[in-house]
């Protein structure tokens, strides 16, 4: 299995940026697609973004689309999630996760937590108005 942890998390003012960093140790990162999901107080998780095993293709919610952006290093065993334009509705728990059915990628299958079978401890983002 993979371990994941992830780290770059804080508070900013609305308007700001952050990077989120998930590092993954363990299996090979390079078999694994993985995700970016949030949860907020009183909220389900939900899905934020999500990226197949070489980095090609990244899918996003419509509400970080344009703002968000998904990578990942396989070479460094690392996933990205850099956030511009942050606004207080973004504030939430943010989690990376892995999936090792990397060949069932795709729009509908990568946007559903229970398709991932590993999970980092979560970083908290606040963002402030």
């Known amino acids: 299995q993979v371990q994941l942890v992830e780290s770059g998390g804080g508070s900013v003012q609305a308007g700001g940026s952050l990077r989120l960093s998930c590092a993954a140790s363990g299996r090979t990162f390079s078999n694994y697609a993985m995700g970016w999901f949030r949860q907020a107080p009183g909220k389900e998780r939900e899905f934020v973004a999500a990226?197949?095993?070489?980095?090609?293709?990244?899918y996003y919610a419509d509400s970080v689309k344009g703002r968000f952006t998904i990578s990942r290093d396989n070479a460094k065993n690392t996933l990205y999630l850099r956030m511009n334009s942050l606004k207080p509705e973004d504030t939430a728990v943010y989690y990376c996760?892995?999936?090792?059915?990397?060949?069932?990628?795709?729009?509908?299958?990568?946007?559903?937590?229970?398709?991932?079978?590993?999970w980092g401890q979560g970083t908290q983002v606040t963002v402030s108005s």
């Open positions: 996760a892995a999936d090792p059915k990397a060949f069932l990628y795709g729009g509908t299958y990568s946007r559903i937590a229970g398709n991932y079978d590993y």
């Open positions: 990226i197949n095993r070489s980095g090609g293709s990244t």
